[in-house]
């Protein structure tokens, strides 16, 4: 089976994580791969993915985080860019093809809408008003037309059908390879050495880029109501900085008291280990798809403090849900102590393996029910 994914480019992020790993997934199951991303963008996962030998095509020139890289695309779009997807399209005849985001002129590919699968990863009206009405009228005709939508989780998927009115929709959730995860930890000395936190200290911490979104200046406040119960507590944010917000966090602990507790470590390669190592796990975003990171977290039997922008079903073990309307001193609780929610949903359908068999399987019907 020859299988295309598309995706804008491969920062750090849930989605682009994803992708990489199913691509390499779905090779090691005898699968042709091949990603087509809008631009390069230099990070670990393009490089991983190079080393594997996973087959990548670049629609633009340039970064598309340069100046030279805008450009490059403003111009593409004014000369038919569509002709190179379709020319890649023709000469790799793909079976299936899937979107991990939305391509310029997708109306406009050459292939058919029975092999045409689109997954929302981030919330839907989100998603939706990032797109525009005009490309959000265009999925709506592709789906008329037998594109196949995924949902991450059983009510995204719900809503996803009553949006575009159709049935073809399937829950899709983000796969993590388990096994990987678990069989690389940290030891708490370790971490602690690594980042020059005392070895007794209470440690809270999240992962994820530095973005309004993720609301990491709320994690501060908390941190400060944490202290008050636990002074030796610090809080470990691992992260790709983005225009400029590590600054304005440190800024912001410096003006809360809690500047010595905060760590910002930058984008590593090692997220997973640092996550093994934490005493509790908190996320504040103000919305949330899925959160990968927070199944990885409960993977490795790590507390969890969540708000409630992360989907119920992602919750499966230790972990509290908490609205951001709730006080510092309710989250603070929630950290320190031993309260958990109701399991609602079961972590293991969340392992890569699952995923990605499902995956191939759902490719599979979709070129049999044509071929018949």
Known sequence: MRILYYIYSLPVGGAE???????????QRGAQVLLVQDYRTESFLTRSLE??????????????????GQTAKKAARGVGLYRRFNKVIREFQPDVIHFHAFPDHIDRLDFPRSRMFYSFHAALE???????QKNTVLLQSLSDDGL??????????????????????????NGLDFDR?????????????????????????????LHPVKNQERMLSILREVQKS????????????????????????????????????????DADQIL?????????????????????????????????????????????????????????????????DPITGNLENYDLNTVVDRLMQIYRDALAREKS
């Open 276 to 340: 093994s190592a934490m005493d509790c796990f908190l996320l504040t975003s103000l919305s949330e798809s899925f959160s990968l990171v927070s199944v990885e977290a409960q993977a490795l039997d790590v507390k969890c403090v969540l708000s409630d922008a992360v989907p119920e079903d992602v919750a499966c073990q230790d972990c509290v849900r908490l609205s951001l309307d709730e006080s510092d001193e309710r989250w603070a609780e929630a950290v320190v102590g031993a309260e958990s």
């Open 230 to 269: 636990r002074p030796d507590a610090r809080l470990l944010i691992v992260g790709a900085d983005q225009a400029g917000r590590a600054d304005l966090l440190r800024r912001q602990a410096a003006e809360l008291g809690v500047a010595d507790a905060l760590v910002l470590a930058g984008e590593r390669r």
């Open 126 to 132: 989100r998603n939706l008003s990032m797109l525009g």
């Open 51 to 68: 080393e594997q030998g996973i087959p990548m095509v670049t629609l633009w020139p340039g970064s598309g985080e340069s100046k030279l």
């Open 148 to 173: 196949t939508f995924c949902g991450l989780t059983s009510d995204y998927a719900k809503e996803i059908g009553v949006r575009f009115h159709t049935d073809r929709v399937l829950c899709i959730p």
């Open 181 to 209: 995860i678990r069989s690389q930890r940290y030891s708490r000395e370790k971490l602690r050495s690594l980042f020059g936190i005392p070895e007794d200290a209470f440690l809270l911490g999240t992962v994820g880029r």
């Open 17 to 27: 994580t994803v992708v990489a790993e199913y691509l390499r997934q779905l090779r």
